[in-house]
């Protein structure tokens, strides 16, 4: 089982990216997805999660509006498109996986830092 984040960098406030999770190794289309994020010497906390058709989605308060997650399951690709970025949502960002019938996340990517300058 792989998941593979890219996408992360160095933008300024205001800016935007765009996380890709290329994940092999499991059935994909049995995974609800989602990204999580960790600052330095803070907790990991949940971001956005998608179900495993695509159609029900999920967002933590403070990416409300901002970010927006998706998946092509044809690639076993699932993104998070960042707008507005905030110095706050520097953090490294995983990737991570979970059967749609279960509440833990099983599977998580190595993660890619993202860093907002003000």
């Known amino acids: 089982v792989q998941l593979q984040a890219s996408g992360g960098g160095l933008v300024q406030a205001g800016g935007s990216l765009r996380l890709s999770c290329a994940a092999s190794?499991?059935?994909?289309?049995?995974?609800?997805m989602a990204w999580f994020r960790q600052a330095p010497g803070q907790e990991r906390e949940f971001v956005a999660a998608?179900?495993?058709?695509?159609?029900?989605?999920d967002y933590a308060d403070s990416v409300k509006g901002r970010f927006t997650i998706s998946r092509d399951n044809a690639k076993s690709t699932v993104y998070l498109q960042m707008n507005n970025l905030k110095p706050e949502d520097s953090a490294v960002y995983y990737c991570?996986?979970?059967?749609?019938?279960?509440?833990?996340?099983?599977?998580w990517g190595q993660g890619t830092q993202v860093t907002v300058s003000s």
């Open positions: 998608v179900r495993r058709r695509g159609f029900e989605t």
């Open positions: 190794g499991f059935t994909f289309d049995d995974y609800d």
């Open positions: 991570a996986a979970r059967e749609f019938y279960r509440s833990d996340w099983k599977y």
